[in-house]
Nanobody, 115 residues
Framework: QVQFVESGGGLVHPGESRRLSCAVSGITFRIRTMGWYRQAQGGARVVVATISPSDATTYADAVKGRFTISRDNTKNTVFLQMNNLSPQDTAVYYC?????????WGQGTLVTVAS
């Protein structure tokens, strides 16, 4: 059974940093491109960052230079380091394969950026 369990969200102030984690099970993690996605209230879920099996990364323009995606294949975990957060980053953050497995979204972790 495929599972994505996100953690690390919470309330942060503008300019602060946060690190999200996602524990993955049920897939051969090391050979999969993984992604972080986010969905703001009333908006669509969009991809934020991806990381390939060879650690090649891509980022959405909105987060480029502020967010860093990484992975630990020994722990089947993908991370998202978020720096210099702004209120526009407020959203529920999800991880999944890229392209995503539509039927296997986790609960996500809410990040709220407010002063």
């Amino acid at each position: 059974q495929v599972q994505f369990v996100e953690s690390g969200g919470g309330l942060v102030h503008p300019g602060e940093s946060r690190r999200l984690s996602c524990a993955v099970s049920g897939i051969t993690f090391r050979i999969r491109t993984m992604g972080w996605y986010r969905q703001a209230q009333g908006g669509a879920r969009v991809v934020v960052a991806t990381i390939s099996p060879s650690d090649a990364t891509t980022y959405a323009d909105a987060v480029k230079g502020r967010f860093t995606i990484s992975r630990d294949n020994t722990k089947n975990t993908v991370f998202l380091q978020m720096n210099n957060l702004s209120p526009q980053d407020t959203a529920v953050y999800y991880c999944n394969q890229n392209p995503p497995l539509a039927s296997n979204w986790g609960q996500g972790t809410l990040v709220t950026v407010a002063s």
